[in-house]
């Protein structure tokens, strides 16, 4: 968006703008990823469930925690809308903001996937990328999001006049009403942003506006991720294929993807055990 022509900038502006800039939430503070924990527990695993999303479609699936998931690439490449909940209460759910901010625009092995308020806990670890060699290419753009809303019908009719129904959020929609048998509109209620699995996105320079490109995701690539809690998730294989030029059409060639989780030998996770909910006081300044 244009700033208005009538602002002007005070005498001090070049010395407003080189103020230093701080980060939000230093990864010091944070809880220590440990590596070597993971991969000792995803060194031995053993397949438990397979799930194919078709093309333009979403299905929902289960997790246990102490599990690893991975989202693979299996035909051609497509981006994924993935949301996650806790499988026990959905008003705990993936919270993409909160990630973001503690992380970064974009995820990837070491990064965890944090759960809403007033939870606030790890819900699942990244734990291997096959597209971790991305990084930021010369535009800007990496891969795995948690930037992008979703695609879904308002915003497509708002701004294109037309009715599609197979949109990253429909498809979640269906997928969570009939995962757990209740109405459509029940179940709008839980779908919330996501991580955009293998999309290659960033911000525009000059305008600093949301861009997609085609994603470098390939068959045989993967996102995997360890249950910190037992997790339901929905993953919607997203109309725009690759998103390299539209979505909420039928115009691009889109592909499955699959969902596997495993689980790691006995003995692997001694020790561990999921993170509590978040210890605050709930009083807000209340006595």
């Not at 809308?81 to 919270?95: I, K, T, V």
């Not at 068959?219 to 390299?244: H, K, M, N, Q, V």
């Not at 020790?271 to 978040?278: A, D, F, H, M, T």
Request: overall charge neutral; proline content about 7%.
């Amino acid at each position: 968006m244009a700033r208005p022509a009538e602002t002007m900038a005070p005498p001090d502006a070049a010395a407003r703008r080189r103020v230093k800039a701080v980060v939000v939430y230093p990864s010091g503070h944070m809880p220590p990823f440990d590596a070597a924990f993971y991969d000792r527990a995803r060194a031995e695993l053993t397949k438990i469930s397979e799930l194919t999303i078709p093309p333009r479609d979403a299905r929902a699936f289960s997790v246990p925690a102490g599990c690893f998931v991975r989202i693979v690439s299996v035909e051609g490449p497509q981006v994924g809308d993935l949301n996650l909940w806790n499988a026990h209460d959905l008003s705990e759910c993936f919270f993409s903001g909160k990630t973001r901010a503690l992380h970064a625009t974009h995820v990837s092995t070491g990064n965890r996937l944090w759960s809403s308020l007033p939870s606030l806990r790890p819900m699942a670890t990244i734990t291997y990328d096959t597209l971790g060699w991305y990084g930021w290419d010369e535009d800007g753009a990496g891969v795995h999001d948690v930037i992008g809303t979703r695609c879904d019908p308002y915003t497509n009719l708002l701004l294109k006049g037309t009715k599609y129904h197979h949109c990253c959020h429909s498809n979640l929609m269906r997928a969570l009403a009939a995962e757990r048998k209740m109405p459509l509109a029940e179940a709008e209620a839980h779908v919330h942003d996501v991580l955009n699995v293998f999309m290659c996105t960033g911000f525009t320079c000059d305008t600093h506006r949301y861009f997609m490109k085609a994603s470098p995701v390939r068959p045989g690539d993967y996102l995997e991720f360890f249950a910190e809690i037992d997790l339901l998730g929905a993953l919607s294989a997203c109309p725009g294929g690759d998103c390299s030029a539209s979505h909420s059409d039928d115009a691009a060639k889109c592909y499955p993807l699959s969902v596997e989780v495993y689980r790691p030998k006995e003995g692997a996770l001694a020790g561990w055990r999921s993170p509590r909910r978040n210890e605050y006081s709930l009083c807000h300044g209340i006595a």
